[in-house]
């Protein structure tokens, strides 16, 4: 039997009509964009951990905590309510940030109580701190919160490093420092020796007396004494005073800061002593040295020399003796420790203001 397509029971392509095929292909394309929207929905969002899952769970999270949560507040959704308070840009945050974060952001975002048991000056400091945070940021302030309310501890043991006022953790510490961490100050200094022996001299030869200028109880000619200038030993000392406003990091801002002669006679010994923090290092000029003159910082003895520059951390446990015939004589210059920021600086600066 011979069979044609006229016999078929379909209807001829001219006649399915040029509208049905168009909708057809708007439908496709219509199912297209829906899927590709869908998937797209899906997708972790950058900066938040697990947030595909987030999302498809959410039906069956919403579901448990409408019925675990009747009558009461749901915890987890108490814990949200309090890091927004915290910070509304924050919601949500990975385990490894956390850990992180822990040593430095935490301490600032806990709101916890400072020690009762803190000295009264170091909530004086704190005060300070919070007066900072709120006329600038606290950001990059995290090392220092963290060293004020450790402060308690550290006065209550013993140690061969223990700055009696103020100390920034995690800050590298060594009883000597090498030149190389504050090279161009140092070179500086060493340029202008001659000169400032000069005037040393001169300041020398009219005696040691407190109406001259030198400091009572003390063989020590201040330039700077706290953070602020000396002017008439300035006036007396020139060139040693522009040399001292060449340098980059000298400590001229805040209370922690000084510059000066210092002067020990023979015979002369400084009993075991802590500095006040950490977050400066102390350079040694050396103008007239003798032999037999002795720096001995956490265990480490060193000798000044002539014309060269010792850093010194006086943080550590220090002593000097001082066993010649004849004077020695220093220029000691407060610079900053290397490893404190521009932004922890611009803070203890406000902290140790000598205006407050």
Known sequence: ???????????????????????????????????????GSDLPIPGHAHAGKLKSSSRRSMMSRSGSCIGTKCSA??????????????????VEDDEQG?????PV??????????????????????????RYSWVGMGRIHKGLREQVRLNDHSAIQKPHLFFLPDVP??????????????????????????????????????KLGWTCGQAVFPLYSAGVSVAGNCRACPCTYRTLLSLRTFINSNSLGSAGFWLLG???????????????????????????????????????????????????????????????VILSVDLWHPNVAAAERQALDFMFSPDL
């Open 1 to 39: 039997m011979h069979w044609s397509m006229n016999t078929l029971p379909l209807t001829p392509y001219m006649e399915l009509g040029v509208h049905s095929l168009s909708g057809l292909l708007w439908t496709l394309l219509l199912l297209f964009l829906w899927h590709c929207y869908r998937m």
């Open 77 to 94: 959704r108490s814990k949200l309510s309090r890091s927004d308070q915290i910070s509304p840009f924050i919601s949500m945050e990975t």
């Open 102 to 106: 822990r040593g430095y952001l935490t």
């Open 109 to 134: 975002l806990s709101h916890a109580l400072f020690p009762a048991q803190a000295s009264a000056e170091a909530k004086k400091l704190y005060t300070a701190l919070q007066e900072y945070a709120k």
């Open 173 to 210: 510490s060594v009883p000597f420092f090498p030149r190389d961490a504050h090279r161009h100050d140092i070179e500086v200094l060493e340029a202008n020796y001659p000169a400032i022996l000069a005037e040393f001299q001169a300041v020398y030869q009219k005696g040691i007396d407190s």
């Open 266 to 328: 023979p015979g002369a010994t400084l009993g075991s002593t802590y500095g006040p923090t950490n977050t400066r290092l102390r350079c040694h000029l050396g103008l007239q040295t003798p032999p037999l003159c002795e720096l001995v910082v956490g265990g480490e003895p060193q000798c000044w020399s002539e014309g060269h520059c010792l850093l010194v951390d006086d943080s550590f446990l220090h002593t000097v003796s001082h066993k010649d015939s004849r004077p020695s």
